[in-house]
């Protein structure tokens, strides 16, 4: 069980780093000695080395959080299994993420937009007046 999640660790760095996987007797010759470990000699330490490790690459936050999410679900079904007495990622907490604002059009977008709406049909004019953008729509756009 540990080699498949050294496995699928490695081929999750491969493709993010363009590599094409290795072909080598399941690949596991190039994990290291810990691999050959039993899944419940997992720890919380090596579930955030190998966070801390993909967060060094510059993975974003979300990844990170959605790596611990999908190996926390396979540690949850090897403890439903039996495998394991206790799910080592229990109790990792999410990193913060940072808020992202949306952005709104400017006037001049807006503008730039509406006068391009012949070209689109009414659907942007449908889209501007539920936008609210109805009043600074030409009447004509409006029947």
Known sequence: MVRSF??????I?????????RADA?????????ANLNIAAITQKD?????????????????????VTVLSA????????GHIRVNPFRGIEALKVKATHKKVFTPEQVSALLSRRM?????????AFTAGCASTMPQSGLA
């Open 74 to 81: 396979a540690f949850n079904a090897a403890l439903g299994q």
């Open 119 to 127: 070209a689109t049909g009414a659907a942007l004019s449908c889209w």
């Open 26 to 34: 399941r690949g596991v010759s190039r994990l290291p000695r810990r």
């Open 6 to 11: 050294r496995q699928a660790k490695t081929q």
């Open 13 to 21: 760095e491969e493709r993010e780093n363009g590599a094409a996987p």
């Open 47 to 67: 579930i955030l080395d190998f966070r801390d490790q993909r967060e060094a690459k510059g993975l974003a936050p979300v990844t990170l959080n959605l790596d």
